[in-house]
């Protein structure tokens, strides 16, 4: 490949203004597992983490993992359904899924930022009262709903340059373990850090319009016509519902973007094209 110096000075002068914006920012990543794709993806993933954190960002990772969770279940012979959207969870699936979501994936994402150079720790829900929850409905068994979040801890994290990479996994008042959905949970972390952004890595480009074309800026009113509406609907709904649960919170704002695309998160931060659907209040 020959370098094209011209095109790489642009691409630097380019980047210059967001990287001032984006100065000591906190970014809330949800990974999910669904975007997790090879050991090539994952690493360039991690290598555009920690570029974000080398240029003064503090990154803070929520992974997802229900692929991974069901690829177990099936292997172990345990059949599993969901209700919109969340996994009906009773006290044999929430022991497996807290040791996929905790042990495999939630490793294979540290090890992954370790090895480009960061400083990775991973985290559930469990670690310093992270992520207490209550059950989400009673219906839905070990589903649990963030109440109470460790916002200091994670701030202290980042001030310390590490990198949290947390598994969706829930504390109970009454010692339970909770099944929390990874958007849910990343949308709860964003909201209690006040992120600057949060990014929701997923299968699909970002929201898309009535003519089907990606729309690249939405206001919350908007999304709640376009959900009235019928425009955005299925899976797309539960992501929407927590990018306003996290703008009402206090996140400024939410990208919903494709997470196949390599170096999506550095095309999101760092262009003016930006990547994916922004969502402000
Ligand atoms: C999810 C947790 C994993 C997840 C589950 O059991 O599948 C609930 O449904 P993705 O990859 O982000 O979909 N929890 C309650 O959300 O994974």
Do not use: W
């Not at 809330?28 to 974000?52: Q, T, Y």
């Not at 172990?76 to 899924?97: C, H, I, P, Q």
């Not at 600057?196 to 009535?210: C, F, H, S, Y």
Request: with cysteine; hydrophobic share 45%; net charge negative.
């Amino acid at each position: 490949m020959t370098r094209d110096n011209a095109a790489i000075a642009r691409t630097l002068n380019e980047a210059l203004p967001y990287l001032r914006r984006y100065d000591d920012a906190t970014v809330v990543i949800k990974l999910g597992g669904h975007a997790m794709g090879s050991d090539e993806g994952m690493a360039s993933f991690a290598r555009d983490v920690v570029l974000m954190q080398t240029v003064g960002i503090n990154p803070v990772i929520v992974h997802g993992g229900g692929p991974m969770i069901n690829g177990m279940l099936a292997r172990l012979g345990v059949e599993s359904r969901f209700v919109n959207g969340k996994r009906v969870t009773d006290a044999e699936t929430v022991s497996v899924v807290e040791m996929v979501l905790s042990g495999q994936v939630n490793k294979r994402i540290v090890q992954a930022l370790n090895a480009a150079g960061g400083r990775a720790v991973g985290l559930s829900g469990k670690d310093a009262d992270l992520m207490v929850c209550e059950p989400d409905d009673p219906e839905l068994g070990f589903v649990g709903r963030p109440v109470r979040m460790n916002a200091d801890f994670l701030q202290d994290l980042g001030r310390a340059e590490m990198i949290p990479v947390i598994a969706p996994i829930g504390t109970g008042e009454k010692g339970e373990t909770f099944n929390v959905n990874g958007d849910t949970a990343a949308g709860a972390v964003a909201g209690a850090m006040k992120a600057d952004r949060l990014l929701l890595l997923t299968d699909v480009a970002g929201v898309k319009g009535a003519d089907g074309e990606v729309v690249t800026e939405l206001t919350a009113p908007q999304v709640r016509q376009m959900t009235v509406d019928g425009t955005i609907a299925g899976g797309m709904i539960p992501k929407t519902q927590t990018a306003l649960d996290a703008l009402e919170d206090g996140t400024r704002a939410v990208v919903i973007l494709d997470g196949r695309v390599p170096n999506a998160v550095l095309l999101e931060l760092f262009t003016s094209h930006g990547a994916g659907s922004l969502i402000r209040l």
